[in-house]
């Protein structure tokens, strides 16, 4: 499922909680869980059990789905069985052409989409947590270029948030 939305920036959204990358000069958006609760059946405890839906970039998804609940997310919890991976580009086609190739290589699930939030082009991927990562992660990654048609002196930008909740500059898709 890809979505396609344009969102302009909030004057009380400036960046609370939010991953800060100084090469773009930009904020990476906040990212909301989409789940809606499922009953239990009678011999089951009273209170409705909530199962995950996807994940988006869009906060109108709050009143989106009806009968859903969306929560702002800042981490995973540690028995997540995915890993989310948001991801800047350049423009619309070249994240088309990334999500493409994802899609070519790897079986995703339907949780992927290009967002437009603040001028500026995101993907978000739920992917599995590879072997060799310690716990399921959100990983923020951006490519910096020296100039704009120029694939020279790249710059990888990348911060993953594991469960604890705290950003740590690291290099696992780089």
């Not at 100084?22 to 909530?50: N, T």
């Not at 493409?100 to 993907?123: L, Q, R």
Request: proline content about 7%.
């Amino acid at each position: 499922m890809r979505h396609n939305v344009s969102l302009r920036k909030r004057k009380a959204d400036h960046g609370h909680g939010r991953i800060w990358c100084p090469p773009l000069r930009l904020y990476f958006p906040r990212i909301f869980g989409i789940s809606w609760k499922v009953a239990k059946r009678p011999r089951q405890d009273k209170a409705p059990e909530l199962q995950h839906i996807t994940y988006t970039l869009d906060p109108r998804a709050i009143a989106a789905i009806r009968g859903s609940i969306v929560d702002e997310i800042d981490h995973l919890d540690r028995d997540a069985p995915h890993s989310l991976i948001v991801r800047h580009h350049w423009s619309r086609s070249l994240a088309s052409s990334y999500l493409e190739g994802v899609e070519d290589v790897t079986d995703i699930s339907n949780n992927t989409g290009i967002f437009e939030v603040d001028d500026a082009v995101f993907t978000l991927t739920e992917r599995p947590t590879r072997a060799d990562w310690p716990v399921p992660m959100i990983i923020y990654v951006a490519e910096i270029y020296a100039s704009k048609n120029a694939m020279i002196d790249a710059e990888h930008f990348e911060v993953v948030v594991g469960p604890d909740g705290r950003p740590v500059p690291r290099e696992l898709l780089g």
